[in-house]
């Protein structure tokens, strides 16, 4: 038998032994394992209540995101990602008796399933079934006894639905018993009345462990996961998070969106962050930060991405630094591929993955970041309402024209020209808007020429149909120009009344070199599919070039 088929063989092998109840890891040793995670936000977690889905694709992209393909989960292993946290929210999903759609639960098993075949661990929850209340949200999970009351059943049957689809998986597969579960006057970081609320959160991890166990198989000992109220990183949420059971199998999530300001205030708060971890959840169980990122939303939007890149870089090198030394897992939020890029698959950020998988490594050898500027692309933009609009700017920091000068856009023909234009928005619910009409294949926008409408920032920047007809357009280039005259490529994507695709060739790159397969020798240890782990596990593992196997 060739060495290939027999590490097949062996893998299989592997895989068969861990299946096998009782021989899971523990809840340590797999947040050690799991390694840089990613979160596959605004996708299966995508809800809207005025709307019904008739097929699974309507619900997966009513947030403007395509649907997910086991391209990207590929992407982001070969990147250096182990693990890919998949917020799905059930709601609208659910019969009047709590039932779960036959096709919704099938579309969370594909997308699953494309996380664990490219080797990585998958964490799967209950996402906006919590959350706060809005004009047009109302969440049906909510971090008060009387909620408890009145849905415990429902809660603990969706639970064993989920449980009872996944019950044959192996360890690589943990759940998340809910997301970031407020009380009735959706109060962040801790409850109004903390005595019910956090009693209230309790009751709710202790029926979803319950209710996983009880399903049996693989469930009697999978890793589960439970979240402080809110998921809040505050020391008293921590503290009164109680351990659901006496086990080896549970791990405590918090997350963290801090306002970093600068590198030392970015430290300051990393090493307090980590600080609290330890003194209120570590001693007790593993944790995780599911879900952290550049940006913040309070006192405002701000993300340190864009607005100081220098700032983010060092606090996700900083926070991935000491969160390992802690023994801490982490999953970032949802950027780093999105929107469009994920359809291809590309990084938009690939500078920040590059950070975070380097510094939990030390290297980024032997790992790929595909980025846009190695394909041609062209997005197909299919227009349906009138003065429907497609994001060639959406991000949350404003762009200043003292740092922009401009935008280029490139379409396939000329012909759009009495049917499309640009559309530049001031300031925030400031009312200002500014038109530019599309000319020809090529349309230069100087945003000074627009001042005068528009004010000294643009919030968002929009193709927009003018005419009543469904229209279809084909973006070859859209690019913004900045005050140096350098270019950066526009992220395209749904803003209302439209899908996009995308398609992309390989640039020629002239001579292609012949990839060759190193042998480790810095006395990194790898599992047999490839991926670089901390230390050895039960089973075979390669160090140095050779097999080994940890008894």
């Known amino acids: 038998m060739c060495m290939k088929k027999t590490l097949l063989f062996v893998c299989g092998l592997l895989m068969c032994m861990s299946t096998q109840a009782g021989d899971f890891e523990k809840a340590k040793d797999a947040v050690t394992n799991m390694g840089v995670g990613w979160n596959l936000g605004n996708t299966l977690d995508a809800n809207d209540g005025s709307k019904t889905w008739t097929t699974t694709e309507q619900h997966e992209t009513c947030w403007g995101q395509p649907v997910t393909k086991p391209e990207l989960m590929k992407m982001m292993a070969e990147a250096g990602f182990n693990t890919i946290r998949v917020p799905v929210t059930w709601y609208q999903e659910m019969d009047a008796n709590g039932k779960v759609n036959d096709a919704w639960m099938k579309r969370v ?89 956090y009693k209230a959160i309790n009751d709710y991890a202790k029926s979803f462990v319950t209710t996983v166990r009880n399903t049996g198989g693989n469930n009697k000992d999978r890793n589960l996961i439970v979240n402080t109220y809110s998921a809040s990183s505050m020391p008293n949420a921590m503290k009164n998070l109680d351990l659901p059971e006496e086990s080896n199998h549970i791990i405590f999530q918090i997350h963290s969106y801090p306002n970093w300001q600068t590198k030392s205030n970015a430290k300051k708060e990393i090493d307090n962050l980590i600080s609290n971890i330890k003194s209120n959840l570590l001693n007790r169980a593993p944790v995780i930060i599911g879900e952290y990122a550049t940006f913040t939303t309070w006192p405002s939007d701000i993300d340190y991405y864009n607005t100081d890149r220098e700032v983010a870089l060092y606090a996700m090198d900083y926070l991935i630094q000491e969160t390992k030394k802690a023994g801490v897992g982490t999953c970032y939020w949802m950027g780093l591929s999105d929107g469009t890029y994920r359809t291809l698959p590309v990084f938009h950020q690939a500078d920040l993955a590059q950070t975070l998988i380097k510094a939990y490594y030390g290297s980024i050898d032997g790992y790929k970041y595909p980025t846009v500027d190695d394909f041609d692309i062209v997005y197909t933009i299919n227009y349906a309402d009138e003065w429907s609009e497609a994001f060639l700017y959406g991000a949350s920091t404003p762009l200043k024209l003292s740092d922009y000068k401009g935008l280029r856009l490139e379409l396939d023909k000329d012909s759009y020209n ?16 500014a038109y530019i009409p599309v000319t020809g294949t090529v349309t230069t926008v100087n945003f000074a020429d627009s001042q005068d409408n528009i004010g000294d920032e643009i919030s968002r920047i929009t193709l927009q149909k003018t005419i009543k007809d469904p229209l279809t357009a084909k973006v070859l280039k859209a690019t913004l120009i900045k005050a140096d005259d350098s270019e950066s490529n526009c992220d395209i994507s749904v803003y209302w009344g439209c899908t996009i695709t995308s398609e992309a060739t390989p640039k020629p790159t002239g001579i292609r070199a012949i990839p060759m397969n190193k042998v480790a020798s810095d006395g990194a240890i790898y599992n047999l599919r490839g991926q670089r782990i901390l230390k050895p596990q039960k089973g075979f593992y390669i160090q140095d070039g050779k097999t080994h196997i940890a008894k």
């Not at 408890?148 to 943990?174: G, S, V």
């Not at 234009?421 to 300031?427: A, D, R, T, W």
């Open 418 to 433: 009495e049917t499309l234009q640009v559309k530049l928005y001031g300031k925030t619910n400031s009312g200002k808007e």
């Open 109 to 197: 098993k594909e997308v699953v399933d494309y996380v664990i075949d490219n080797g990585m661990y998958c964490i799967l929850n209950v996402h906006h079934d919590t959350g706060a209340d809005s004009n047009t949200f109302k969440s049906w999970l909510k971090a008060s006894s009387k909620n408890y009351t009145a849905n415990k059943d429902k809660y603990e049957y969706l639970w064993k639905q989920i449980a009872e689809t996944f019950k044959d998986y192996d360890d690589h597969l943990l759940f998340e018993a809910y997301n970031e579960m407020l009380d009735e006057k959706s109060t962040w970081n801790e409850p109004v009345d903390k005595t019910d609320g």
